[in-house]
């Protein structure tokens, strides 16, 4: 089992910037990939971002390319979604996923944490 824990959301104005932390512990050796998905009100659960654990590959869904980064820090099992320039459409709750790969559908991860809401105000 992996337990995973999501923090460091909030309310931010159009233009601001925010970071979210998702910590992973228990079976961490299993860990292969982590990823953000986020899920605004009626909508589907989208991927944003992903990082292979060990090899560094990062993918990010296009329309936060060049404001969103993505990083880790395996030594605490951690990681960490930079978003910068935030916009109103931003709005979500974010969910990290602990799982086989990057970019997968929802269904294939097995290890999801609470969620962190984001509000972006215009």
């Known amino acids: 089992q992996v337990q995973v824990a999501e923090s460091g959301g909030g309310l931010v104005q159009t233009g601001g910037s925010l970071r979210l932390s998702c910590a992973a512990s228990?079976?961490?050796?299993?860990?292969?990939?982590m990823n953000w998905f986020r899920q605004a009100p009626g909508k589907e659960r989208e991927f944003v971002a992903g990082?292979?654990?060990?090899?560094?590959?990062?993918i990010y869904k296009d329309s936060v390319k060049g404001r969103f980064t993505i990083s880790r820090d395996n030594a605490k099992n951690t990681v960490y979604l930079q978003m910068n320039n935030l916009k109103p459409e931003d709005t979500a709750v974010y969910y990290c996923?602990?799982?086989?790969?990057?970019?997968?559908?929802?269904?294939?991860?097995?290890?999801w944490g609470q969620g962190t809401q984001v509000t972006v105000s215009s």
């Open positions: 996923a602990v799982g086989p790969g990057i970019n997968l559908p929802p269904v294939r991860y097995n290890y």
């Open positions: 228990g079976r961490t050796f299993s860990i292969y990939a």
């Open positions: 990082i292979n654990w060990f090899g560094g590959t990062m």
